[in-house]
């Protein structure tokens, strides 16, 4: 069975500081990860996702994330945050038979 | 591209009603479809899995008859909350995915739809 750990449920950051949200996974077999978004009452904007090639995945918003398999680790970052980056980031796994799982949510509240 | 639509983003109904929520995905044919259920400040927890022309696959501890599912076509699904009660009040979220090439395990998402039973 797959699970996934986000290790902070929240993450308070001033605005223009950089940003790391952790996410730990485990799984028996090879896994495509992904980085959500949510915005208050709106549903899932994808962020990144890392599928294979490259460990380093660029997505949108100034964000990316780097794959680590040996250390089982999906890292979320961006150098300089902003007052619209504060939302809930959900990180989730997927082996390939559609059902992804998610994380409990990291919640980044950015403080001017 | 990718997108997915629900309806109605927000319903209030009373106890002992039904509610239906759509989900459609706009420009993409979907033959996978998921419904989510969120708390407030918790994450997605999956209901069902549904397939276009099959019954859906229901987690555990979901009940079937309460939450019908339907998926009628390659772009619609449909969640029936049944003889619904406060306790069912919740945020849902649909996903469809895109088969084929790189985004076949990915995941599009709806905006939700913020259910209040009085």
């Known amino acids: 069975a797959q699970s996934v750990t986000q290790l902070d449920s929240q993450v308070p950051v001033f605005e223009e500081a950089p940003v790391e949200l952790r996410c730990n996974y485990s799984?028996?077999?090879?896994?495509?990860l992904f980085w959500y978004v949510q915005y208050p009452n709106q549903g899932l904007q994808l962020l990144l996702k890392y599928l294979s090639g490259s460990t380093l995945v660029k997505g949108i918003n100034g964000f990316e994330a780097e794959f680590n398999k040996s250390q089982t680790s999906f890292h979320l970052r961006k150098p300089s945050v902003h007052i619209s980056d504060t939302a809930e980031y959900f990180c989730a796994v997927n082996t390939g038979g559609f059902k992804t799982i998610f994380g409990a949510g990291t919640r980044l509240f950015v403080k001017a | 591209g990718a997108v997915v639509s629900q309806h109605p983003s927000w319903v209030i109904c009373k106890s002992g009603t039904s509610v239906k929520i759509e989900c459609r995905s706009l420009?993409?044919?979907?033959?996978?479809m998921f419904w989510y259920r969120q708390f407030p400040k918790q994450s997605l927890m999956l209901m069902a899995t549904s397939n276009e022309g099959s019954k859906a696959t229901y987690e555990q501890g979901v009940e079937k008859d309460k939450f019908l599912i339907n998926h009628a076509s390659l772009t619609l699904s449909t969640l029936t909350v049944t003889s619904a009660h406060p306790e069912d009040s919740s945020f849902y979220i649909c996903?469809?995915?895109?088969?084929?090439?790189?985004?076949?395990?990915?995941?599009?998402f709806g905006p939700g739809t913020r259910l209040t039973v009085l």
């Open positions: 799984s028996s077999v090879s896994v495509y």
């Open positions: 996903s469809a995915s895109s088969p084929g090439g790189a985004d076949t395990d990915t995941q599009y």
């Open positions: 420009d993409f044919q979907a033959t996978t």
